[in-house]
């Protein structure tokens, strides 16, 4: 009985001992320290910290609670964009929009769901590149609005460009 026990113990000091960092990190400690590696903190911390799962995910957890946040809020800005087309009367202005909604259909319906699909399928190297894609889209309708007085998106819109660019640095780290 008595080497059962000590065998037991040595197990459990020997398995606590090896068990890998991340696991041993508290969720905070992750998720900060996760978030020092993407180009926009205090953006990760916020939306990683605000899930219910980000306490508890490891690193592709966190990857993937950021994609459906980047996708969430591309598909708000979406139908942002398609209200703003609605009342637009401009021609420059409604140019501009028709030319965000390909933008951000592509986001939504490709570029997001890709990087999902290669964090679950343990291809982190297709997860950065739809992000990168996604980031660069948002950027590419940003960009339809420089000569025009006011983007009716901007705000979401960076917001899609800037957590877009915290996820795909969050996918590069299980390269």
Sequence with gaps: ??????????????????????????????????????????????????????????????????ANKVKAKATATLRQIRASLKEAKDPSLKTALLDCVDFYNAIVEYDVPMAIDAVVKGDPKFGVQGLNDAANEALACARRFENLPKSPIEGNNKVVHDLSAVVASIIALLL
């Design 1 to 66: 009985m008595n080497k059962f026990i000590c065998f037991s113990l040595l197990h459990l000091i020997f398995s606590f001992t090896f068990l890998p960092v991340k696991s041993r990190e508290n969720s905070a400690t992750l998720i900060e320290t996760t978030c020092k590696t993407t180009p926009f903190y205090n953006l990760c911390i916020s939306a990683l910290q605000s899930d219910p799962e980000g306490p508890s995910a490891d690193i592709p957890g966190l990857a993937r609670i950021g």
